[in-house]
């Protein structure tokens, strides 16, 4: 079974609105990395945290992290169309070497 | 530009036929995988290798095996492939976790290739 899942499996905004994913996850974790997926394409990384890390930023994005409830969130404010994407949490396993992915949160940005 | 590269982007192939999905990487990553992504399960990882001549089973590794002879080529294969393996299938590289050089376990994939089994 995935490591990772997201919720919601799919979300549509309007342009200007913040959009919120969430990620929970099962074992102990490392870090935990967020990527982004345009159509048909491959996977490009967001932003990583790391596991004694509550918070980070980068740009419009705000990544959260809560180990004791194992999960994490995903911010993306002020939406613009092109963020139109699908969304991934991946977790990298204590230990090293392995990287989990979850099934992925759709959004669409409605312009 | 730093990248990963896919050979092929799209494939038809026929059960039972042998294939073979090359990726190579220019950033001398240790880490190289091959995931399989299909709708509704996400990134499913096959196999990964963490150096050269190295090879581990991932979550999905029945039908499939990997070769590794040279640090920046991973290759997967598909001995008999099956309808079952209709798929995206996506290379990543990343640095070992063990580097000290920022971006360590950071995956850069490739475009991806998809398979189509008849």
């Known amino acids: 079974s995935q490591q990772g899942e997201e919720d919601p499996q799919a979300l549509s905004i309007q342009e200007g609105e913040n959009a919120t994913m969430n990620c929970s996850y099962k074992?102990?974790?490392?870090?935990l990395q967020w990527y982004r997926q345009n159509s048909g394409r491959g996977l490009v990384h967001l932003i990583l945290?790391?596991?004694?890390?509550r918070e980070k930023h980068s740009g419009r994005l705000r990544v959260t992290l809560d180990t004791s409830k194992k999960s994490s969130s995903l911010l993306i404010t002020a939406s613009r169309a092109a963020d139109t994407a699908s969304y991934f949490c991946?977790?990298?396993?204590?230990?090293?070497?392995?990287?989990?992915f979850g099934a992925g949160t759709r959004l669409f940005v409605k312009a | 530009d730093v990248k990963v590269t896919q050979s092929s982007r799209y494939l038809v192939k026929r059960t039972g036929e042998k294939v073979f999905l090359e990726c190579v990487q220019d950033?001398?990553?240790?880490?190289m995988f091959w995931y399989r992504q299909d709708p509704g399960l996400g990134l499913r990882l096959i196999y990964f290798?963490?150096?050269?001549?190295?090879?581990e089973k991932g979550d999905i590794p029945e039908g499939y095996s990997v070769s590794r002879e040279k640090k920046e080529r991973f290759s997967l294969i598909l001995e008999s492939a099956s309808t079952n393996q209709t798929s995206m299938y996506l290379c990543?590289?990343?640095?070992?976790?063990?580097?000290?050089?920022?971006?360590?376990?950071?995956?850069?994939f490739g475009a991806g290739s998809r398979l189509t089994v008849l």
């Open positions: 990543a590289s990343s640095r070992s976790h063990l580097s000290r050089l920022p971006g360590a376990n950071v995956l850069t």
């Open positions: 074992t102990s974790i490392n870090n």
């Open positions: 945290i790391r596991s004694n890390e």
């Open positions: 991946a977790t990298g396993l204590q230990g090293g070497f392995k990287t989990i």
């Open positions: 950033m001398d990553h240790e880490n």
């Open positions: 290798s963490y150096d050269v001549k190295m090879k």
